[in-house]
Nanobody, 126 residues
């Protein structure tokens, strides 16, 4: 599975962006999808994840209530709607997918995802 994240850019604090994660090579309809981010000098951190059926979604506390993850399996694409952006949301955002998530904790763990796309830069100015 090849993943391509897009939709990043420069936005003022309080603004919104929608990131897309387009998959190719095979269908990700039975894959969990996660979004992670990495700011300069920091480790990659979990942002949000969604189960293959969209019945379960997971969020980092820092983005809960502001970000929404979704997917459209017909388009083989997942999304991350980011509202009320803050300067601390500035990072490179990566999408990842995997078809084996054994438990809830797996969704939060970057090591559980085997398929990664290139990141897209999100910069939030104050």
């Amino acid at each position: 599975v090849q993943l391509q994240a897009s939709g990043g850019g420069l936005v003022q604090a309080g603004g919104s962006l929608r990131l897309s994660c387009a998959a190719s090579g095979r269908s990700i309809s039975n894959y969990a999808v996660g979004w992670f981010r990495q700011a300069p000098g920091k480790e990659r951190e979990f942002v949000a994840a969604i189960s293959w059926s969209s019945t379960s979604t997971y969020y980092a506390d820092s983005v809960k209530g502001r970000f929404t993850i979704s997917r459209d399996n017909a388009k083989n694409t997942a999304y991350l709607q980011m509202n009320s952006l803050k300067p601390e949301d500035t990072a490179v955002y990566y999408c990842a997918a995997d078809n084996i998530m054994r438990d809830r904790s797996s969704f939060y763990d970057s090591r559980k995802y085997d398929n990664w796309g290139r990141g897209t830069q999100v910069t939030v100015s104050s």
